[in-house]
């Protein structure tokens, strides 16, 4: 077999580098085993848990996922989910630091309303102001409007992280458009959050050019959440190498694939 060829592509969030471009869940897998082997076959370093549904050891006589889920091992990213208000968030930010030792990478979600689990744009932006002046490292889950993108970019977030479509939804992406034209301008990594189903979804997601994608229904969801999970594996690290590669130039014509000079006329 082939070797592959070795890529010198780090993926840099905050000063910290990754060789994984997945970032993966921890919720909704039948039990705390079943959790540590998806995670583990993705191969993602950052791992990300919704604080106000999940025991770190604010509750010590309850399973703790880190007994699971080392931070000696994983990059944990703390996040907001189920947080409706700037000031939930920010409260549950400060909790995690405190629970994790100061840690300061959180990813940031401010919903809007239960049913669809869109973003509140407007309490988002309250609360990573809050927090980046906290001196947090703050990545933010938010809409694909470019223009808020660049917004919160602008105020300091260290990672943008738009829908591909709604939370839990499997729809994969569905505006494609906009998240190239969130990528045109942007200068901290871009990464696809909620909406991914397939790993063809998740490829798609790095052939536009995303720095990563974060997903965690896609796999917990899955018939066989293991097996899926190297399935995604796989297809971020696909589309990547698809997207370095660089695509040919798209054509509204045929074109011969072999030469037509000194063939038999």
């Avoid at 939930?88 to 979600?109: F, I, N, S």
């Avoid at 973003?119 to 990545?139: C, H, Q, R, S």
């Avoid at 297809?235 to 798209?250: D, H, K, N, S, T």
Wanted: hydrophobic content about 40%.
């Amino acid at each position: 077999m082939t070797p592959d060829i070795i890529l010198n592509d780090p993926f840099i969030i905050a000063d910290r580098t990754f060789t994984s471009r997945l970032m993966i869940g921890t919720g909704k897998y039948k039990d705390m085993e079943e959790t540590r082997q998806a995670i583990e076959t993705s191969g993602a370093e950052i791992v990300t848990l919704a604080l106000r549904r999940t025991n770190i050891g604010q509750n010590p006589n309850e399973p703790n996922l880190l007994d699971v889920i080392s931070p000696e091992k994983y990059c944990i990213l703390p996040n907001t989910a189920f947080c409706y208000t700037a000031e939930e968030a920010v409260r549950t930010c400060r909790l995690a630091r405190e629970l994790l030792g100061g840690h300061d990478l959180v990813k940031l979600e401010v919903l809007g309303d239960e049913k669809t689990l869109y973003p509140n744009v407007t309490e988002t932006l309250k609360a990573a102001e809050v927090l980046i002046n906290d001196g947090f490292n703050v990545m933010v889950y938010t809409s694909d409007d470019p223009l808020i993108a660049k917004r919160l970019e602008d105020m300091g977030c260290v990672a943008v992280m738009p829908l591909g479509a709604p939370i839990g939804s499997g729809l994969g992406i569905s505006n494609p458009h906009n998240i190239k034209l969130i990528l045109e301008n942007a200068k901290v990594p871009i990464i696809v959050d909620a909406g991914v189903g397939t790993p063809s979804d998740a490829t798609l997601a790095m052939e536009l050019g995303c720095a990563g994608v974060l997903m965690n229904s896609a796999v917990a969801h899955a018939q066989q959440p293991v097996l899926m999970a190297q399935a995604m594996r796989k297809a971020v690290e696909c589309g990547r190498e698809g997207y370095l590669a660089g695509r040919m130039p798209r054509k509204a014509y045929a074109s011969a694939s072999s030469p037509i000079e000194g063939t038999i006329s």
